[in-house]
């Protein structure tokens, strides 16, 4: 092993070009500052790597470990990150074909790693979650490194784990060592900070910061492959018992994690695992402004892994309300029926969206109602929720495919006179969520949602945790 860090530890690891044209198109505006330059690099495992060695070279050590890029980059300077993105080879240059998807493959589950492992140290309520995020995005940089140095090792491992072989017996089989010890002794070499070393070892799993930044990485691991793998449902297990929750809450929690996860990396040319789970492209996803135009706001988008939809203190208190079908007629216990109790009351008792309904297409397709209610003081009127579909209206244009939609104060005017005034007496106008359902490829109904009629009673995560439920019901159906 010794030999391989000698070779390894004296090259660089390859940036993506998507994040060295964004670094120079960056660097080339006026409002090029830190923070701007660490959100475009810190999922690119190339360029962070990168810096933390540069910082080594630096003839004054900072006192502290430097965890996070936010704060290296000020310690290089400017310049430094300006010789790193005109210098350093583009990934798409330096490898090609099955090398190439490889390294890319390592990249998206190091960036998924990254997210997640944040998301679970703010969870916890962890000092510096970006610390958590640095240590996960390098944590197998021994793979990432030999896949750029030396490729066909790597195909020779895979052939043995396409075989059967778990991934360290294969690379110890192969190498002569595992990829454990080999991301340890590179880690070591290039005197890496903070959780980094900490978290390369297994010895350190009964750590509860190593072991977040570990767990982290086995889940994006596991995901790449899909979401029904054994590896994914051990690690959804282990994820279950290290954070104190149900099993069930933790698989919907870390797909709503995987799709926070997708709309961060969209710009770089990494697989996304979230597209398993829902068809993005058969959804609006962005469709709708967010409550404020205040880009610092914004950013309250968070994977639901690191805040379950809202706040426990921003959580209405639970409502002592019997869940019942809106129509008298008992319903017939089939998988539907169950899926839509089960996905309504989630809506409610996880997420915190006090009034849920379910509207059903009649089978003539002539009207939209109100087929299953819960709520509080909300409860009769969306059993009132009618919508004739032979008059145009907001609610036939979200019938024509999966979509959903975030009626608040800023999109109002718009969407206004699109809702029938007969429906406006059932729903809540100032701020409701919809998402249309189809199973099968054809249109059932829709879920709508509110938090009562208060200014600003729906936030983005209220948003996120809807749609996330809505595309589970409609996958679990499917």
């Known amino acids: 092993m010794s030999e391989w860090v000698s070779r390894l530890s004296g090259r660089s690891l390859p940036p993506l070009r998507r994040t060295l044209t964004r670094v120079k198109d960056l660097l080339n505006n006026s409002s090029a500052n830190h923070t701007a330059l660490s959100e475009i690099i810190a999922f690119d495992p190339g360029f962070c790597l990168h810096i933390l060695r540069q910082l080594r070279t630096l003839p004054n050590q900072p006192k502290e470990p430097i965890t996070k890029i936010s704060n290296a980059i000020p310690l290089l300077g400017m310049s430094a990150i300006e010789q790193a993105a ?6 798409e240059d330096q490898l090609k074909g099955p090398p190439r998807r490889g390294l890319i493959d390592c990249y998206s589950r190091a960036a998924h790693a990254s997210i997640y492992a944040a998301g679970l140290a703010e969870r916890r309520r962890e000092p510096d979650p970006q610390a958590f995020a640095t240590a996960a995005l390098l944590h197998d940089i021994g793979e990432m490194m030999l896949w750029s140095q030396a490729a066909e ?13 778990g991934r360290e017996a294969a690379a110890l089989e192969i190498l002569g060592f595992t990829f454990e010890k080999l991301n340890q002794a590179l880690g070591n070499r290039w ?14 799993s009964f750590q509860s910061r190593p072991l977040t930044v570990i767990l982290a990485c086995a889940v994006a691991r ?8 054994q590896e994914i449902l051990d690690n959804l297990e282990l994820l279950a018992d290290f954070l104190g929750l149900p099993i069930d809450r933790v698989e919907a929690e870390l797909h709503q994690s995987a799709a926070h996860a997708a709309r961060q990396l969209q710009l770089l040319p990494l697989p996304l695992p979230a597209f398993q789970l829902i068809q993005t492209s058969n959804l609006v996803i962005d469709a709708y402004p967010l409550p404020s135009g205040n880009k610092a706001e914004a950013k309250v988008e968070t994977p639901i892994i690191q805040q ?25 216990k089939h998988p539907l029926h169950e899926n839509l109790i089960r996905t309504i009351q989630e809506m409610r008792d996880l997420y915190g969206l006090q009034n849920v309904m379910f509207a059903m297409l009649s089978t003539d397709k002539k009207q939209l109602k109100a ?17 004739d579909l032979e008059r145009p209206s907001l609610f036939i244009a979200l019938l024509k495919k999966p979509q959903a939609l975030w009626v608040n104060s800023k999109n109002l005017q718009k ?27 054809r249109s059932i109904g829709l879920f709508y949602a509110d ?7 729906l936030t983005i995560d209220h948003y996120n945790n809807f749609k996330v439920l809505c595309q589970r019901f409609m996958q679990t159906m499917n």
């Open 371 to 387: 087929r299953y209610t819960v709520g509080n003081s909300a409860q009769e009127r969306l059993q009132g929720f009618t919508v």
């Open 86 to 91: 005109h210098s350093l080879p583009a990934l």
């Open 153 to 165: 090792k790597m195909r020779e491992v895979g052939q043995l784990m396409a075989r059967g072989d």
């Open 191 to 204: 005197q890496l900070p903070g959780l980094i070393p900490d978290a390369q070892g297994l010895f350190n």
């Open 308 to 332: 379950q939809g809202v706040q426990a203190s921003d959580r209405p208190p639970a409502m002592q309300v019997p869940f019942k079908p809106a129509l008298k007629s008992a319903a017939p």
């Open 415 to 441: 969407y206004r006179p699109m809702i029938p005034e007969s429906s406006r007496q059932s729903v809540c106008m100032q701020g409701f969520l919809l998402m249309s359902i189809f199973i099968r490829n």
């Open 222 to 229: 596991a995901s790449a492959k899909d979401w029904k793998n």
């Open 451 to 457: 938090n009562g009629c208060h200014r600003n009673a």
